[in-house]
Nanobody, 130 residues
Framework: QVQLVESGGGSVQAGGSLRLSCAAS????????MGWFRQRPGKRREAVAT???????TYDDSVKGRFALSMDNVKRTLSLQMDSLKPEDTATYYC????????????????????????WGKGTLVTISS
């Protein structure tokens, strides 16, 4: 089973930037969908940005133009550059991976809170103050 280790969370003021990284180790398969998800206080887990094994990237509308997802296939590291952060971005951010295309993830095929993901990181807290 693949292990995912996140880093890079923290606290910044609104308008600031943070960069999250997720390092994968262990066996991986194709197809896959890997991405960053977040759970805001009192809310369900939601997809922030995902990358498919076909290299297509999808962003939630709330982060388009502010967040950028990138994958380093050599280092097997998925990074999320978060700029122009807003207080509503405050959440615990999780890295997750599943061995299906991202269209399955986006279509709700993994159940509530994306419980069908194959692996999750432990999460990293991002706090944005106004």
């Amino acid at each position: 089973q693949v292990q995912l280790v996140e880093s890079g969370g923290g606290s910044v003021q609104a308008g600031g930037s943070l960069r999250l990284s997720c390092a994968a180790s262990g066996d991986t398969y194709q197809p896959y969908c890997m991405g960053w998800f977040r759970q805001r206080p009192g809310k369900r887990r939601e997809a922030v940005a995902t990358i498919d094994s076909d290299e297509s990237i999808t962003y939630d509308d709330s982060v388009k133009g502010r967040f950028a997802l990138s994958m380093d296939n050599v280092k097997r590291t998925l990074s999320l550059q978060m700029d122009s952060l807003k207080p509503e971005d405050t959440a615990t951010y999780y890295c997750g991976i599943v061995w299906v295309h991202c269209t399955v993830v986006a279509g709700g095929g993994l159940g509530k809170d994306y419980n069908g993901m194959n692996s999750w990181g432990k999460g990293t807290l991002v706090t944005i103050s106004s």
